[in-house]
């Protein structure tokens, strides 16, 4: 089945340690997000990546670094410069047109906590 | 700015009760609206889309929800609430040159009551 996958489900960063978070996507979807989910606030976008080997900053870059090196994944890595990143991660992939009506696939998302 | 409102952060109904989840927003451009659900501790799955045309739409779980571009509004409704409903709500909306990058609202959780 066609569909995102997230992993790990779970993730623990030690003070100081960069960690990252998998994103893989078997749609054939061009595009692909990062989402950040904290309680209260809704979601708010990291990165986002039209096409391979290019990718944008969205509202809240800062302490996060994405690849797009295969347009099946788009790992994100949170850096020791997030000083507050407990939160739940959440990738997506749509198509990519302008002016099109295509929609959001959100993999099951990935809970991050500082130990 | 572009932003998105939605005023109630929870909601309890009883099951079989009808149900409005506000959603307000602010988008320079002509604005493409959507409903998301999210189950805890899951991603978030479609509702229902706006782009244009009929300003009511239809979803999927027998909810609607209705454009009124002059109260810049679109507000999702369900006639009669199941207990399998309760989850948190999140309405979006995006720009006809970038339908994926969407501004989420702060989301409504739902409770429904037996």
């Known amino acids: ?115 | 700015a572009q932003s998105v409102t939605q005023p109630d952060i929870h909601i309890t109904v009883s099951e079989g009760a009808s149900l409005e989840l506000r959603c307000n927003y602010s988008y320079g451009a002509t604005p493409y609206l959507f409903w998301y659900v999210q189950s805890p501790g899951q991603g978030l799955q479609l509702l229902l889309k706006y782009f244009s045309g009929d300003t009511l739409v239809q979803g999927i779980k027998g909810f609607e929800a209705e454009f009124k571009r002059s109260q810049s509004s679109f507000n999702l409704r369900k006639p009669s609430v199941h207990w399998s409903d309760a989850a948190e709500y999140f309405c979006a909306v995006g720009g006809t040159s970038n339908t994926g990058k969407l501004i989420f609202g702060q989301g409504t959780t739902l409770q429904v009551k037996p």
């Open chain 1, 1 to 115: 089945d066609g569909g995102i996958t997230q992993s790990p489900k779970y993730l623990f960063r030690k003070e100081g340690q960069n960690v990252t978070l998998s994103c893989e996507q078997n749609l054939n979807h061009d595009a692909m997000y990062w989402y950040r989910q904290d309680p209260g606030q809704g979601l708010r976008l990291i990165y986002y990546s039209q096409i391979v080997n290019d990718f944008q900053k969205g509202d809240i870059a800062e302490g996060y670094s994405v690849s797009r090196e295969k347009k099946e994944s788009f790992p994100l890595t949170v850096t020791s410069a997030q000083k507050n990143p407990t939160a739940f991660y959440l990738c997506a992939s749509s198509m990519w047109r302008a002016g099109s009506e295509e929609k959001l696939f959100f993999g099951s998302g990935t809970q991050l906590s500082v130990l």
